[in-house]
């Protein structure tokens, strides 16, 4: 079954502890990306990546980064979390030729 | 600079009532128009693409260059179409950028 595959689904931390939510993606797609969704604002884009070490900033790169060391796999990384990165994330990732993103079932994020 | 505008937060109609969520965007290219859904505590799911011209769901979508447009309509609107709706634009980079989305709740 195709699928994008975070983990955790929730996660509280506290500030300033380091995290890291996984993403996963089994459809051989070249491009991935984060998104946080906040009530109000909608989506926004964190960052994204065009291949394997290939990755951009998004509108809101601030605390945060990525690595795509494989096709398959693009991690978020916080290095030094703060309250106000409290949102939900999802990984995203599509085909160059089927711009369509599929999305994973999101993290629940509490910086405390 | 791409951006995706949906004027309405909050949509409320009556199952069987027509529905239009507006979407208008602001891009200088051949923008790539989609909508996607986000049912309560699901993940978001493509719903349409302009460049497909199909109907899913007895939603449909047309994009209007004139206006600027792509607005989604359906003519006979189901409790099950309760959701969060997004506009997004794809311009000549691989970014998507998303409205602030529109949550339509179809009453009984």
């Known amino acids: 079954e195709a699928q994008v595959t975070q983990n955790p689904r929730y996660l509280i931390t506290v500030t300033g502890k380091k995290l890291t939510v996984t993403c996963s993606q089994n459809?051989?797609?070249?491009?991935m990306s984060w998104y946080r969704q906040d009530p109000g604002l909608g989506l926004r884009q964190i960052y994204y990546s065009m291949n394997v070490e290939v990755t951009d900033k998004g509108d809101v790169p601030e605390g945060y980064k990525v690595s795509r060391k494989e096709k398959r796999n693009f991690p978020l990384i916080l290095e030094s979390p703060s309250p106000n990165q409290t949102s939900l994330y999802f990984c995203?990732?599509?085909?160059?030729?089927?711009?369509?993103?599929?999305f994973g079932s999101g993290t629940q994020l509490s910086v405390l | 600079a791409q951006r995706v505008t949906q004027p309405e937060k909050l949509l409320s109609v009556f199952k069987g009532a027509p529905v239009e969520l507006k979407c208008n965007y602001s891009?200088?290219?051949?923008?790539?128009l989609f909508w996607y859904v986000q049912y309560s505590r699901q993940r978001l799911q493509l719903l349409l693409r302009?460049?497909s011209r199909e109907s899913i769901k007895g939603f449909t979508a047309d994009l209007n260059k004139g206006e600027t447009s792509f607005h989604l309509k359906k003519p006979f609107a189901q409790e099950e179409d309760s959701a969060m709706y997004y506009c997004a634009l794809k311009g000549g980079s691989e970014k998507l950028v998303f409205g602030k989305g529109t949550k339509l709740t179809v009453n009984p």
């Open positions: 302009h460049i």
């Open positions: 995203a990732s599509s085909s160059i030729l089927e711009p369509g993103l599929f």
């Open positions: 891009y200088s290219g051949s923008p790539e």
């Open positions: 459809m051989n797609h070249e491009y």
